[in-house]
């Protein structure tokens, strides 16, 4: 067995189940830590202002990170979390049809599949040479269009990469400025997510070279990154995507707005 | 215990206090934080070192945390920074962190997360009042405050007296039971901002209410302990005043202070005291709103410029962010918003007791209370540098005040008059600084 079958077919049952139970123990703590205490009696606001406040929550700090910080929002938002992560781990073409595999309910979503690269449905078309299998002509034609000079695999993947590695440079130029703004989590999560993006690349290109055994091992790699990924999610900064986010937004909103009526 | 010294069990010890704060919410500012640094932007006190942005200085309490409350941190804690300041040096570097923050709350609407560091901050600050690192002139209050004796100072003592009989000539009744409303004002309101309070007698006259005052200032400010983080001092000050206004039983206790003490009455005092409250709690700019709607009230049209620097306490936490433009449009002629006004309303940069700790504070206060403060060099250098790190912390609403062209800035918040104060006249910027209560009363027609 190499690290390609250790990453398909053993490995997924045992990554689910850390990550369940990661998911428990998170979720957990928040009942256990959690204190009732008599509240004060809210002020009323409209519930329109409250519903529009409620959008604001989200959308005031996409606004601050425009005004205030342009790198950030360029590098980390952009191509980091709306180019980089969520199109390229939920979207990819090679992720719909492996999802589709574990989970048949994913394939749903195949039509919005995205190409490797900017070629490979045209020249797939063009070559007349006709799919294996009946799974993989959803991926050929794609519903993109022309869109796929955009939205296509390597592209997307590179933009991530930029992404990733300017978080690790500002997080370096900080540590330099001795602004201790790094912990070791930071870098086990941009460390992780840059293999992962770079082992996918090559994996797709068939770098180092086309060998069987180097394709298998390099494949084998990224995915068993990808499930190291999933299993520590719940205990490191990954957990702000399942859980952080929305319920920090929510119980700001709460507090602020809703409870002390700041509108 | 001195400033200049190092208490390594004392500092162990004060780990209690910490955790004694950790429920769930407090467990999201914890744990959820990615470390993006995006906090850091609205920070006044970023201004004075990044070292100083949200997320650093809430970062000492994560590093206590860790070691109590996260299992692989607490088998290795020297690999994620976790456990207690070790060294003079390291507790004093906390301590200038934790004194750069006025608990504003910006970091919290400009965190992508809800992560509200300055209420880790001000757990901080408990931490290290513990540990022996707490500013003397704010001990000395909290302390006095909490003992319930202000007034046994002769100073003190003469400039609450003072006001008193002047209130008694314009006929205040002071502890009148079942009143309405209790108007409740404080020392440092007293002392630092009187017209204030003249102001909102006016008003109350004016808008015929039944209403009563307390004849002894029932805290410094609010319970000032809160500020330092003092759980027990402010615990001890909360009860009193909530038995002093169970005991008049009015429907309403009203304010003219913006700044903390309203969120402490309105918002904080339930959860300190463990009751529902049985009467409501309104800011002088809200009975004058109302009373504008039912044209119980009226007012000049105030010539000039005028503005409105909104108390972080007041409207950020308060809810009370619009009120006062209505009512300050009603009352100027020209009346116009500063330019973050709104959520992200700009800090004055000497709030959660900065302002009346500084040097020039201390001087003043050395002066009305007749005595010296003893205090040592390391305190004195930290108290020098904190002064210099609030001028740059406010500049920045300063520029703002001066690029509005306003000649008068109303506000309502007795710290932030006093940093406006200091901070305009540091930058030479040229304004009127007003009380809202104070200004209203002197525009009523
Ligand atoms: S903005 Fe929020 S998540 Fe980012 S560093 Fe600051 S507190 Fe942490
Ligand atoms: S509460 Fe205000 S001063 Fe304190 S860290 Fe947050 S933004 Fe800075």
Redesign the interface.
Known sequence: MDILDFAIYVAPPIVVAIFLLGVGYRLG???F???R?????R?Q?PLTKLAVGLVM?FV???I??LK??KG?FVG?LVALHILGVIPLIFLLGQHVAMFSYWIPFYSVLRPLAIPSSITSSSLTVASGVIPASDMSWGFVNTLWGPLVVILNGDLLAILAILGVSYKIGDKIV?LV??????????WYALALLLAILVSGFMATHHLPSGEIGTYRTVLGVHITLAELLVATLP?T?F??FV???W???????YD?KF????? | MSWEEFNAEKVRSAEAYALRHLDSVMLHFFEDCVNCGLCEINCPYTAAGEEYGPVEKAEPLRKIYRRHAQIVPKLFPWLFGAGAPKSKEELDKWVEKAYRCTNCGLCYTTCPFGIHSGEMIKVLRGYLAKSGRIPTLLKLMVDAEASNTLLENAGLRGIWEDAVSKLKEEGVEFNKKNAKYLYITSLAEVMMTPGSVFGAVKLFKKLNLDWTMPDKPLSMRAPIGSLAGDDEATAIVARRIYDYIREINPEYVVLSDGGYPYTFFRFDLPRIIGEKPTFKVVHVVELVEEALKQGKLKFKKAAGKVTWHSPCKMGRFGGLLEEPVRVLSEASSDFVKLKSHGSFGKCCGGGSSIACIVPPTQQMMEKVMGTSIPISGTEKAFLDKLYKDMLVAGKAKVDEIRESGASVVVTSCVGCMHTLSMTTQAYGVNVKLKMLSEFLSENLE
Do not use: C, I, M
């Open positions: 703590r928040y009942l830590f959690w204190k205490r008599p509240s004060a009696p002020r606001r929550a005031d700090p996409l601050q990170t205030h910080r950030d980390a900080r400025h001795r602004l201790g703004n790094a912990r070791v989590g930071d205990f900064k957990w702000h859980f952080g986010y319920y920090g937004k929510l119980h700001e909103w602020l409870s002390r009526g700041s509108l």
